[in-house]
Nanobody, 125 residues
Framework: QVQLVESGGGSVQAGGSLTLTCSVS????????LVWFRQGVGKKREGVAS????????TYLSAVEGRFTISRDNTKNTINLQMNSLKPEDTATYYC??????????????????WGQGTQVTVSS
């Protein structure tokens, strides 16, 4: 079982950038799939970016492709989400989530068993 703690959220103006970090403890992350999700007020939780266990492949929500970059450092037990050209519609609470087993390139929240507490991102116009 791993524990996840997100950090790096904040308030920025449209066009700005933020980098979110998910710190993983309790076990090595090398065997886990790790994905970033977000949930805006009154909206469904949606997958934003996922990455394979070795970091060689990624997949993104179409709305963020080309603006967001997910990366992982298995030696530091962290995953990051670099967010550029932020838009007001990116405003949400961002969560990282982990699961063992199965493929990692999924943006479906259902299989994920471990979640962080979330970090708020607010983008003003």
């Amino acid at each position: 079982q791993v524990q996840l703690v997100e950090s790096g959220g904040g308030s920025v103006q449209a066009g700005g950038s933020l980098t979110l970090t998910c710190s993983v403890s309790g076990n090595s992350i090398g065997s886990h799939c790790l994905v970033w999700f977000r949930q805006g007020v009154g909206k469904k939780r949606e997958g934003v970016a996922s990455i394979t266990r070795d970091g060689s492949q990624t997949t993104y929500l179409s709305a963020v492709e080309g603006r967001f970059t997910i990366s992982r450092d298995n030696t530091k037990n962290t995953i990051n989400l670099q967010m550029n050209s932020l838009k007001p519609e990116d405003t949400a609470t961002y969560y990282c989530a982990a699961k063992l087993g199965g493929g990692c390139l999924t943006l479906n929240p259902s299989p994920f068993t471990t979640w962080g507490q979330g970090t708020q991102v607010t983008v003003s116009s």
